[in-house]
């Protein structure tokens, strides 16, 4: 399950013509499905999304990254968004298996606004429509625009010489030889 989440002073959906929802102060969240995603996927990226820190302090706006969208009472704007799963590897015109299919997608995705209702304010949480060809407007503040991945991890190591924390490295992998090159002759004694 992936996520587009931007920082709004607001944002709003209009379908045929009509806003269907909008908000203030809040979050954005452009949701994607993929066809392996599980109720697993919707608990991770919901918590990752009502707990990211990504809004000042309210008490002090020139310390960033201090509070998360519960911590300023601020509102939810979810959209389905299958095109997140595009694959344009080849060619250039996307492809979208990798998209959960209309049906269950459209129950997990339902499974995931229960989840952010529940675990938040229902009042707080809007929602697109589902399926729906949408306008999508919207005022980024900052900007400050994030990508979630429910199966994507950071991975850590304590660092052996000061104990922090810090990215693991993946390992660098050889040079793949070129096939116009003559390999190299073992060395002589």
């Known amino acids: 399950m992936r996520a587009i989440l931007q920082r709004v002073s607001s944002a709003s959906v209009t379908v045929d013509n009509e806003v269907i929802s ?8 452009l949701v994607g499905i993929s066809t392996d995603d599980t109720e697993a996927d ?3 990226l919901s918590k990752k999304i009502l707990s ?21 009472d601020g509102e939810i704007l979810c959209v389905s968004q299958f095109t997140l799963f595009a694959n344009t590897s080849k060619g250039n015109k996307p492809d979208f298996h990798r998209a959960m299919s209309t049906e269950p997608s459209r129950r997990l995705y339902n499974t995931f606004l229960d989840t952010l209702k529940t675990a938040y304010k229902p009042e707080k949480i809007q929602d697109g429509k589902f399926g729906a060809m949408m306008n999508v407007s919207l005022t980024n503040e900052g900007p400050v625009t994030i990508t979630l991945d429910s199966r994507k991890f950071e991975y850590v190591d304590n660092a052996a010489s000061n104990g922090k924390k810090g990215p693991r490295k993946a390992p660098i992998p050889p040079p793949v030889p070129d096939a116009s090159e003559e390999p190299a002759s073992p060395p002589t004694k």
């Open 52 to 72: 990211l820190r990504v809004f000042s302090d309210p008490a002090n706006p020139e310390k960033m990254w201090q509070a998360s969208v519960k911590d300023i």
């Open 42 to 44: 919707v608990a991770t």
């Open 22 to 29: 909008k908000i203030s102060n809040g979050l954005m969240v």
